[in-house]
């Protein structure tokens, strides 16, 4: 229990007072327990990028921590053997959700990413927000949910 708590202490970070602290603590908490019972077999592969156009890849310790608390296997080389993300996260930067989600179909359309369980069941997820899945401790129980 030490290294996980002080990992989940980590993740959460020192800039909430400590009624927060014990609040996010909880809200992660509930959600390890419920999944602390699935198999690493059963879990579902996640995949986060940072933009579209071009697409970009990215390995953040942040966002795996988070796709880990909430239940998921983070994915992030294409290139890997294995490589069969369930979910898409991108995590977008750019001003113009409408620019975003024009460069969507022709980017879910091309390479691997049609035969992927992401793309075909709909489970691609735009992160529109500068603070949320990004920054370390600002939100982490939202991120986590």
Known sequence: MGDAHQSLQAFIGTDHTADEIEQIGERIGII?????????????KVSYVRET???????????????????????????????????????????SVGTLLGELPVLLSTSFWPDT??????????????????TPGLHPADDVE
């Not at 390890?32 to 579902?44: G, N």
């Not at 988070?66 to 239940?71: D, E, K």
């Open 117 to 134: 369980g992401a793309v075909k069941n709909n489970h691609v997820f735009v992160v529109h927000h500068p603070e949320y899945v990004r």
């Open 32 to 44: 390890v327990h419920k999944l602390k019972f699935i198999p690493d077999s059963q879990r579902t």
């Open 53 to 95: 156009a071009p697409l970009t890849f990215i390995q953040d310790s942040y966002v795996d921590q988070a796709i880990r608390l909430a239940g998921g296997i983070p994915q992030t080389d294409p290139t890997q053997s294995g490589f069969a993300p369930e979910v898409l996260i991108i995590l977008s930067d750019k001003s």
